[in-house]
Nanobody, 129 residues
Framework: QVQLVESGGGWVQAGGSLRLSCAASGRTVSSYAMGWFRQAPGKEREVVAALSRNGAGTYYADSVKGRFTISRDNAKNTVYLQMNSLKLEDTAVYYC??????????????????????WGQGTQVTVSS
């Protein structure tokens, strides 16, 4: 089992940057496929970015492609989401998630993230004009 704790959220002006961190405890993140999701008020949870267990495969939602980058640091047992050129519509609660995959290096990015096994508590990102 793994526990996930997100940090790095906050308030930022449009065009700015934030880096979210997802610190894992209990097991190493290298054992899991990882994903970042977000949920805005009144909207369903959506996938933002996903990363394979070995870090070689990535997925980005069209809305963030070219602006967001997902990465992992196995030595720190942490997964990151670097968010640049933030837009008003990026405002949401951002969640980190982990999926048990054993030896698979597949990238998991179904819209609601129902295939993921563990979730963090979320961190609020607010982008203002």
């Amino acid at each position: 089992q793994v526990q996930l704790v997100e940090s790095g959220g906050g308030w930022v002006q449009a065009g700015g940057s934030l880096r979210l961190s997802c610190a894992a405890s209990g097991r190493t993140v290298s054992s899991y496929a990882m994903g970042w999701f977000r949920q805005a008020p009144g909207k369903e949870r959506e996938v933002v970015a996903a990363l394979s267990r070995n870090g070689a495969g990535t997925y980005y939602a069209d809305s963030v492609k070219g602006r967001f980058t997902i990465s992992r640091d196995n030595a720190k047992n942490t997964v990151y989401l670097q968010m640049n050129s933030l837009k008003l519509e990026d405002t949401a609660v951002y969640y980190c998630a982990a999926k048990v995959v054993y030896n698979s290096n597949h990238v998991y990015y179904t819209p609601g993230g129902n295939e993921y096994d563990y979730w963090g508590q979320g961190t609020q990102v607010t982008v203002s004009s």
